[in-house]
């Protein structure tokens, strides 16, 4: 049989750990699914065209409709007629899950494998490897954080030698902090934590193979098989569950084609269908329309949602570019409690607690703390207060844990489910859900909050330094507006590929439909009741780009200066001031990896601009292929 896929240079073989025998033939098992996944992503942005040409809303689906490429019926699956899975074990109790990516940018194994380490000592429940908008993709880092996964799962001689070291410095921050080490058996702790990996969304292309047909394959497929064929064996053998975060699902019909192609995995490994366990996280607008019908969908491989907060801001501003009524205030304002967010937490809840034939029912994790106990004594005390208390308002909310963006949250945030003692929330009682036009208004409803010069500056200068960070090689970042840097009373918070598109998509959102300021700003000489335009956004950009340049080699490398900085400054301005809202802030990311060059940076998003308007597609291939 000929190959049905291309691996791009050397890297077959640099990579044999990880492109071994199996994991190739499963590839190729799987490579038909690459024709799929591109004419459903097709059909998105097709169907996104039409809500911004016809200002048209989402909506419920019919009730008595069949979800796509199923024969459940809408109605059956929002009753709950359909079969799902038993909660494992490993998965009841998950009070605090860890998230970052398993490896480091152009770095030595034993340096990028630190990750790993400090995640799975971390004493997180959980830890979700990403593969996706926190993990870098220079280069060949896809596979660097594969390989790593696959020997720290096997606990490898490298790993452990590195587990050993790390946490030497892990219970010396605790004892300094803390006033307590967290690790008494470090080798006993590496199995404490629940492995989970979050493979990229069906909307993203790897970097490295091709189909027989010469189309980048959706890296979707690319994860899903690299992690599971290397580690199912080693984490069926410890009685680990094989567990992965699925994103960016906007529909039942995008759940449904993960689900062939969960089920068609497990098929040619010959496990049983249902093996995979997988959480949702629910970061679209339109999968809160449908949350019923895609966990009906996933079936037996379904355990939970989890209300991620930063990318579903970004969808809600995505699906609503077209009103000109819908506009975002200050990023700081738009909290967990806020207007739509509130909703959609509220709708999470409901169907979490819908049983399915089989009397089971599905857990929630809540949302995401991006705060990083570093700084001065009096900004980690007042941040590390609100740590808490978001915790315990999720956790009586419902929520069965939470997650962190740093293994140093992990003992400060643990404790308030510790002290309640409950495993999980499965099966507390709440309203069901229910599918009215009040439902649907809700889920886009704005409510008054600030919107400032102060904001702005926010929302731009960590835009830029984010984008900065991932042509760096880093999509997870510990970053801070730049009239802050030095200033310990103000916290680095964590930031990943969906922090820095909600900011621009914000700015974007306050210059096209006229966002009209609430407060006075000396500064500027901006009145409360003036507009955002044109002229200020060009001069927030000239003097918050001045500090990033001026900046200290700790705030904003030097050497990206004059390399990666001034093309994210090109991508951010481009993507701001474009009357035509585009799709996804990474594609231009994405087509400029390892690029330094401006002029090569212009060209490519010219490119992809032209491309866009024109034919109504994204290019996502990795274009030095």
């Given at each position: 049989m000929a190959n049905t896929i291309e691996i791009r240079d050397n890297l077959q073989k640099t990579y044999s750990d990880v492109y071994t025998p199996e994991a190739i033939a499963a590839l190729e098992a799987l490579a038909h699914f690459n024709a799929v996944i591109k004419e459903v992503m097709a059909a998105r942005i097709q169907k996104r065209a039409e809500r911004y040409q016809n200002k048209s809303k989402i909506t419920f689906p019919d009730p008595g409709s069949y979800i796509p490429r199923t024969k459940i019926k809408v109605q059956d699956a929002r009753d709950g007629k359909f079969e799902g899975s038993v909660i494992p074990s490993d998965l009841q109790r998950?009070?605090?899950?860890?998230?970052g990516p398993a490896a480091k940018p152009n770095a030595p194994l034993e340096s990028s494998i630190r990750n790993v380490a400090y995640a799975l000592l971390s004493g997180a429940d959980g830890w979700m490897f990403d593969g996706e908008d926190a993990l870098g993709q220079t280069g060949s880092m896809s596979l660097d954080n594969q390989r790593n996964l696959k020997l720290a799962i096997r606990k490898d001689p490298i790993f452990l030698k590195v587990a050993e070291q790390v946490a030497g410095h892990?219970?010396?921050?605790?004892m300094d902090f803390l006033g307590r080490s967290i690790i008494t058996d470090w080798k006993e702790q590496l199995n404490f934590t629940t492995k989970i990996f979050r493979a990229r969304g069906l909307h993203l292309d790897d970097r490295h193979i091709r189909d027989a047909n010469g189309v980048a394959m959706a890296a979707s497929i690319v994860d899903l098989v690299l992690y599971v064929v290397n580690n199912y064996?080693?984490?069926?053998?410890?009685?680990?569950?094989?567990?992965l975060y699925l994103p960016k699902i906007q529909k039942a019909e995008e759940a449904a084609v993960w689900n062939e192609m969960l089920t068609a995995l497990e098929n040619h490994l010959d496990i049983a269908v249902g093996t995979i366990k997988v959480y949702l996280l629910v970061e679209q607008l339109e999968a809160t329309y449908q949350l019923m019908e895609i966990r009906a969908v996933l079936g037996k491989h379904f355990v939970g949602y989890n209300t991620g907060r930063w990318d579903y801001i970004n969808s809600v501003a995505d699906a609503m570019g077209w009103d000109k009524g819908f506009i975002n205030p200050n990023i700081e304002s738009i909290l967990m409690t806020y207007g739509y967010m509130r909703n959609y937490e509220d709708r999470v809840r409901q169907v979490v607690n819908t049983p399915d034939s089989n009397r089971n029912f599905a857990l929630w994790q809540g949302g995401m703390e991006p705060n990083i106990p570093v700084g001065s004594a009096a900004g980690v005390s007042a941040s590390m207060e609100k740590a808490i208390a978001g915790a315990e308002r999720e956790q009586r909310e419902g929520a069965s844990g939470k997650w962190v963006a740093h293994w140093k949250m992990v003992n400060?945030?643990?404790?308030?489910?510790?002290?309640?003692?409950?495993?999980?929330?499965?099966?507390?009682?709440?309203?069901?859900?229910?599918?009215?036009?009040?439902?649907?208004?809700?889920?886009?409803?704005?409510?008054?909050?600030?919107?400032?010069?102060?904001?702005?500056?926010?929302?731009?200068?960590?835009?830029?330094?984010?984008?900065?960070?991932?042509?760096?090689?880093?999509?997870?970042?510990?970053?801070?507006?730049?009239?802050?840097?030095?200033?310990?009373?103000?916290?680095?918070?964590?930031?990943?590929m969906a922090t820095g598109e909600i900011r621009l998509s914000i700015l974007w959102e306050w210059l096209h439909k006229g966002a009209v300021f609430t407060e006075d700003d000396p500064e500027t000489g901006i009145k409360a009741g003036d507009m955002f335009s044109k002229e200020i956004f060009e001069r927030l950009m000239d003097e918050e780009y001045k500090k990033l340049l001026a900046a200290s080699d700790k705030d904003v490398f030097d050497e990206s200066k004059t390399t990666t900085l001034p093309i994210a400054r090109e991508i951010a301005d481009v993507y701001v001031l474009s009357e035509v809202k585009f799709p996804w802030f990474v594609d231009l990311l994405n087509i400029n990896l390892n690029n330094s060059s401006l002029e090569v940076a212009k060209q490519r998003i010219n490119l992809y601009i032209n491309t866009f308007i024109k034919e109504g597609k994204r290019i996502t291939e990795n274009l030095d292929f």
């Open positions: 998950q009070w605090i899950q860890g998230t892990m219970n010396e921050w605790a064996r080693q984490l069926q053998q410890e009685g680990s569950s094989i567990v400060i945030v643990r404790p308030v489910w510790e002290k309640v003692g409950d495993a999980n929330q499965l099966g507390r009682k709440f309203p069901p859900a229910t599918y009215s036009q009040q439902d649907a208004d809700g889920l886009v409803l704005i409510e008054p909050a600030p919107t400032t010069i102060r904001g702005a500056r926010n929302l731009l200068s960590v835009a830029i330094q984010y984008g900065n960070a991932f042509g760096q090689g880093m999509q997870a970042a510990a970053l801070k507006a730049a009239d802050f840097f030095g200033n310990d009373d103000v916290l680095y918070l964590m930031e990943d």
